[in-house]
C-alpha cells in the first residue's frame, strides 16, 4: 500500500489521467485484487478479466505489442549474444546493470 501512496503522490495532478496496467498472472485476478484496484483506479484499469469482474475498465487485448512493449521487445534484445550476461532483470520495470569489480 506504500507504494501505491508514493506512486499517488509523484503523480499528483495526474492521478485522475492514469491507468493502471495489470498483467494476467492468476494471483494478480483475484476479487480481492480486483475489488482493490476498483477502490483506488475506478474504471481507469486494464486487466484480463477485470471488466467481467467489475463492468468497467479495459479489457486486456490479447498479444499487444503496444500494451506490453518489455514482452516484445526488450526482454528479446537483452538476450542478444553481446549483452553482458551479468544484467539484472527488476520486476520488468527498470533494468539495472551490475559490475563485478
Known sequence: ??????I???LDDHWNASWFMQD?????RTPAVFDFLS??????V??????KHT????AWPPY??????????LWGYLKRPGIPPNFTYNCGTQTT????M
Do not use: K, V, W
Not at 500500500?1 to 508514493?6: G, R, S, V, W, Y
Open 1 to 6: 500500500m506504500d507504494e501505491l501512496a508514493a
Open 46 to 51: 486494464i486487466a484480463l478479466d477485470y471488466d
Open 97 to 100: 546493470h551490475q559490475y563485478s
Open 24 to 28: 494476467g498472472a492468476r494471483p494478480h
Open 39 to 44: 477502490e483506488h483506479f475506478n474504471d481507469r
Open 55 to 58: 463492468g468497467s475498465g479495459m
Open 64 to 73: 499487444s505489442p503496444d500494451l506490453t512493449p518489455c514482452d516484445f521487445f
Open 8 to 10: 499517488h503522490y509523484a
